[in-house]
Nanobody, 126 residues
C-alpha cells in the first residue's frame, strides 16, 4: 500500500529554519518524482519544490528559491525539504506527493496528483 508520511513541521520565528521529511513506503521511491506542496488557509495548494527520481533535476517556486533545498535519499526512502530564512508567508500545511512526471509538470499541476500524505503544519510567527 502506497503511503507518504510528512514530519518536521512546527512553530518557528521569522528567519529561522526547519527541515521536513517525507517517508515513503509501498512503492519504489527511486522511480518517481517527489514534490513538496503547501496550502495556506483559504488558498489553493501550490508547488514548492520537486525533485526527479535520480535527484539531478529540481524545481523551486520563485518564492522559495535560495531559501529552500530539496533532496532525496532513495536508500532511505525519504525526501527532505530544508527551509531556511523562513517568512510568515511560508506558514502553511506542507504535503509531499509522488508521480511519474517531470519536476516542472509536477510542481505546476498539483491538481493532477492523486497520492498525498496527510501533511505537516509549519507556522512562522514571532
Amino acid at each position: 500500500q502506497l503511503q507518504l508520511v510528512e514530519s518536521g513541521g512546527g512553530l518557528v520565528q521569522p528567519g529561522g529554519s526547519l527541515s521536513l521529511s517525507c517517508a515513503v513506503s509501498g512503492f519504489t521511491l527511486e522511480f518517481y518524482t517527489i514534490g513538496w506542496f503547501r496550502q495556506a488557509p483559504g488558498k489553493e495548494r501550490e508547488g514548492v519544490s520537486c525533485i526527479s527520481y535520480s535527484g539531478d533535476r529540481t524545481n523551486y517556486a520563485d518564492s522559495v528559491k535560495g531559501r529552500f533545498t530539496i533532496s532525496r535519499d532513495n536508500a532511505e526512502n525519504t525526501v527532505y525539504l530544508q527551509m531556511n530564512s523562513l517568512k510568515p508567508e511560508d506558514t502553511a500545511t506542507y504535503y509531499c506527493a509522488e508521480a511519474p512526471l517531470s519536476v516542472e509538470n509536477m510542481c505546476a499541476n498539483p491538481r493532477r496528483l492523486r497520492n498525498w500524505g496527510k501533511g505537516t503544519l509549519v507556522t512562522v510567527s514571532s
